[in-house]
């Protein structure tokens, strides 16, 4: 059986193409030609599970990673063990890819939440500056430095 490690790296690698062709920005011109997703072809690299599909047909036989071995013998055994093998490989990526979204979904949450804070922030100095100016001279009070620990 292929050593476990061979075929997770290879499935990491699947995800990682997968994902950069049907996602990323380097890609977008070959998306756009082909009609993105209103065409039956722009659809077919649109989707990175199924971009995974064409990438792990391709990286099985680059990488000799067959962790699925079937009974029959001859050419029907091979295409067999390489169309089986492909297909584990692609829903191990699908796998990978839904770890990702989660860890790539909670840093966007934490970016949005810094974000917020800044803004809350940032509308609190606004509101009191507004409100120093609009107080008479000599009921304006100046700001205390923030106390050091």
Same mark, same amino acid.
């Given at each position: 059986?292929?050593?476990?490690?061979?075929?997770?790296?290879?499935?990491?690698?699947?995800?990682?193409?997968?994902?950069?062709?049907?996602? /990323?920005?380097?890609?977008?011109?070959?998306? /756009?030609?082909?009609?993105?997703?209103?065409?039956?072809?722009?659809?077919?690299?649109?989707?990175?599970?199924? =971009?995974?599909?064409?990438?792990?047909?391709?990286?099985?036989?680059?990488?000799?990673?067959?962790?699925?071995?079937?009974?029959?013998?001859?050419?029907?055994?091979?295409?067999?063990?390489?169309?089986?093998?492909?297909?584990?490989?692609?829903?191990?990526?699908?796998?990978?890819?839904?770890?990702?979204?989660?860890?790539? /979904?909670?840093?966007?949450?934490?970016?949005?939440?810094?974000?917020?804070?800044?803004?809350?922030?940032?509308?609190?100095?606004?509101?009191?500056?507004?409100?120093?100016?609009?107080?008479?001279?000599?009921?304006? =009070? /100046?700001?205390?430095?923030?106390?050091?620990?």
């Amino acid at each position: 059986m292929t050593d476990l490690f061979q075929l997770f790296a290879v499935a990491a690698v699947v995800m990682g193409l997968s994902q950069t062709v049907a996602k /990323e920005r380097i890609f977008a011109p070959l998306r /756009e030609k082909l009609g993105g997703k209103e065409t039956f072809f722009g659809y077919l690299v649109s989707c990175p599970y199924c =971009v995974s599909h064409y990438m792990a047909f391709i990286l099985v036989p680059l990488t000799g990673t067959y962790p699925i071995r079937v009974v029959v013998g001859g050419l029907v055994g091979s295409v067999l063990s390489w169309f089986f093998s492909s297909i584990l490989l692609t829903v191990i990526a699908a796998f990978y890819r839904v770890i990702f979204w989660f860890v790539d /979904e909670s840093q966007g949450l934490v970016r949005r939440r810094q974000r917020t804070e800044e803004e809350e922030i940032a509308t609190k100095r606004l509101v009191r500056k507004k409100v120093a100016q609009e107080l008479p001279a000599e009921q304006r =009070v /100046e700001p205390l430095p923030p106390e050091t620990h």
